[in-house]
């Protein structure tokens, strides 16, 4: 049997290799010049709000919640059509997850769910650009500050897209990234935040250096010495090194070029499989760039899991994109039942992400068409 085309893998150039190794070579292997680098480097992409690089998306979510002040007693309203890390990330703060439900078309969180899910007690509005396909980020911002919360959101689909002619990152109050080998650009791990506002900025960053206070103006005890640094809220150590930082402004200098290979084989899927009935193909909204990570195809008439099955056994490594979060058993133990958001539990009942990543050949996506086709015929 052949080898498994994968659903995502990561695109790797001599010049990524000569990037991280230049800096193997150098006197810096964690924090040093390639960090703030990379950092410029990405905020050139999100019109120009600046970021700070982390060790994974998960770190990035943790972080956005860390500097949103997220804790017990805050409630944070969530899409539950994403990874886990998205709500474990603010039930690790202490916070309540309140799922929205998400809409038929595009697998993102629905507006009006959203509305009526928020309380006095909501701090934080988290939605998703599912699949790459941006949320509706400024209706979002709109019900999310109009109840005195922050819209986080979780773009770790989507970096490269853009939504009502803004990209994204330039929409939410927090915008949280992960550079995992699948998706839109890699740093082996690896996430950021980006954030307009200077203060919950200055707040992410500490978050993810300890906590350390290092600006003698704010610190208690300013006078104890040149070497001294002072903790005021407790952090965690999510710095991500200038190894991989190098590898990911290597990578962005090639971001326009894999959101347009990406958007290439979105359009073959798309063409080859129009005419097949018992599938549905990804809606594009109005107003949306989307930045292609997944092709979530919609298999109709309960037949997802054979579809699955006979894609893999011809080699083909398609992918479900997610399980409802609160079907996991952390989320059940803690009392969330099945039914709770319909609307996301039929969207995963019917998705079957196909394979998508820049170097996939036109061929490849030929191939995954006619055996769909011959699953039909
Ligand atoms: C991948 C992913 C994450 C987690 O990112 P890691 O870098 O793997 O920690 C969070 N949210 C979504 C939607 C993701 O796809």
Not at 115 to 136: F, L, M, S
Request: proline share 6%; with cysteine; aromatic share 8%.
């Amino acid at each position: 049997m052949a080898d498994l085309l994968p659903y995502g893998r990561q695109s790797i150039t001599e010049d990524d290799v000569a990037a991280v190794t230049e800096v193997l070579r150098g006197d810096w292997l964690t924090t040093g010049p390639a960090v703030a680098r990379f950092e410029a480097d990405l905020a050139a992409h999100t019109g120009g709000v600046p970021a700070v690089s982390v060790t994974s998306g998960t770190a990035a979510l943790h972080v956005a919640y860390a500097a949103a002040g997220v804790g017990q007693g805050d409630e944070v309203v969530c899409t539950p059509m994403t990874f886990v890390a998205t709500a474990a990330t603010a039930a690790l703060r202490g916070a309540t997850v309140v799922f929205a439900d998400t809409s038929p078309e595009t697998g993102n969180v629905d507006v009006d769910a959203v509305r009526a899910a928020i309380t006095p007690r909501t701090k934080v509005v988290a939605a998703v650009d599912y699949a790459g396909h941006p949320a509706a980020l400024d209706e979002l911002a709109e019900v999310a500050h109009d109840a005195g919360a922050l819209l986080l959101e979780d773009a770790a689909h989507s970096v490269g897209g853009s939504w009502r002619g803004r990209p994204v990152g330039s929409w939410a109050d927090l915008t949280t990234f992960s550079f995992f080998p699948t998706k839109n650009l890699t740093t082996a791990e690896g996430g950021a935040v980006s954030c307009a506002d200077q203060e919950l900025l200055a707040r992410a960053r500490e978050f993810h250096n300890h906590g350390l206070v290092r600006d003698k103006v704010r610190q208690r005890f300013p006078d104890e010495g040149g070497w001294h640094q002072e903790v005021h809220e407790f952090g965690l150590n999510y710095r991500l090194p200038d190894v991989l930082c190098a590898l990911g402004s290597s990578q962005l200098s090639r971001l326009p070029a894999f959101v347009v290979r990406r958007a290439e084989l979105h359009a073959r899927y798309d063409a080859g499989l129009a005419d097949v009935d018992g599938v549905a193909t990804p809606v594009t909204l109005p107003g949306a760039e989307p930045a292609w990570h997944l092709y979530p195809l919609r298999v109709l008439g309960g037949r997802r899991r054979e579809l699955y099955e006979f894609l893999r056994e011809r080699g083909i490594g398609v992918q479900v994109n997610y399980v409802p979060v609160y079907w996991h058993p952390v989320f059940a133990d803690l009392g969330y039942r099945r039914g709770l958001c319909p609307g996301a539990e039929r969207f995963y009942a019917e998705e079957l992400s196909l394979p998508l990543w820049p170097g996939l050949a036109d061929a490849d996506v030929d191939r995954v068409v006619d055996e769909i086709r011959t699953f039909y015929r």
